[in-house]
């Protein structure tokens, strides 16, 4: 991948000294659960990763999940959308519980597991309130459009008054300087509206790429992980990271650009030609749902966070430590939202599931990336981008 997705790599000796575990993987055997390849016998089923991690999350965490009566059949494609029906499928096919089933499980996770039954040390939740403030201080430092400020600027509260693009006029008139500082040679550009306005959504992907590859390094226990994991990480979490921030400069009518110093009307981007009204409506929709969940940006630091760090991504060397960084983000993230949102006690298996949208939002974004490189000859992608949506779905 290219340098901008490169984060600084453990050295051979930390990486030849046992930083990242040796993954057992059995062939042509299929997880019990959802279909997918296993990876292992885990909690004494044949599960892949995904169901492994799940299950143990939901274990360590004492997760209850809303309640379905629909029986949801739980397969690769969809294994995300119903946590209740997947849980119940996991105990159903023998997974362990309360009393947990060791069978063949190795020593190392059977002692990891009966401490998840013991009340968390105070000096455990010391910890989870260290990582919280670490990685929210890192959030803030890192993004300048935070949540707070954008909704600020999108209420009034703010000084700032936005230059409002509602259709080609006014987005020439911004390219001439009154919204973004990169000018333009054209005047106006010689590109086609919505091939313009899909490289600028590019411009600002490619920024906000940078910025989270910064924080991801700031992430304790990143750095620890094959460089190889990283970028891996990056590759397929950050489109996931730039959605979920993305909500935050939203509201029904249009979104915020440039910093603040622009708004563009949701009207105008529907107006434009297939296939380039489809850009940004999806976002819209997922930032309606996404925002009614009412997150601050120490919530959403964490959960950035999380999305970054996951340990189903394809093609990770080494999953479960991936998987053990992110659960002790997970931790964090329950624990903080136990006291910021006291009064919403599903709000974070609501999170977890918002995950599994964020991954289906993306995958409909690359496909339509994939269709404009295709049909648009006029269309370019930038490196980058180009880069993290090679052999991505």
Sequence with gaps: MKEELHPKSPSADEQLSGTAGQQHTVHNVDCKICGDKASGFH????????????????????LQYEHCDRNCKIQKKNRNKCQYCRFN??????????????GRMPEAERRRLVHVTTPDSDSLVSDLVALSQ???????????????????????????????IYDMETLWQAEKGTVWDQLLTQNPPGTEIGVHVFYRCQCTSVE???????????????????????????????????????????????????????FVTREFLRSLRLPFCHIMEPKFNFASKFNALELNDSDLALFVAAIILCGDRPGLMNPSQVEDIQERILSALRRHLQTSHPDAPFLFPKLLHKMADLRQLVTEHAELVQSIKRTESSASLHPLLQEIYRDMY
């Design 43 to 62: 909690y004494g089923v044949h599960a892949c990763e995904g169901c492994k991690g799940f299950f143990r999350r939901t274990l360590r965490m004492r």
């Design 89 to 102: 499928k996991c105990l159903s096919l023998g997974m362990s519980h309360n009393a947990i089933r060791f």
């Design 134 to 164: 670490r990685i929210h201080s890192s959030y803030m430092s890192t993004f300048t459009m935070t949540k707070t400020r954008a909704r600020d600027i999108l209420t009034g509260r703010s000084n700032i008054s936005p230059f409002v």
């Design 208 to 262: 906000t790429v940078r910025a989270l590859t910064d924080f991801a390094k700031s992430i304790p226990g990143f750095s620890t992980i094959y460089l190889n994991d990283q970028v891996t990480l990056l590759k397929y979490g950050v489109h996931e990271a730039i959605f979920c921030m993305l909500a935050s400069l939203m509201n029904k009518d249009g979104l915020l650009v440039a910093g603040g110093r622009g």
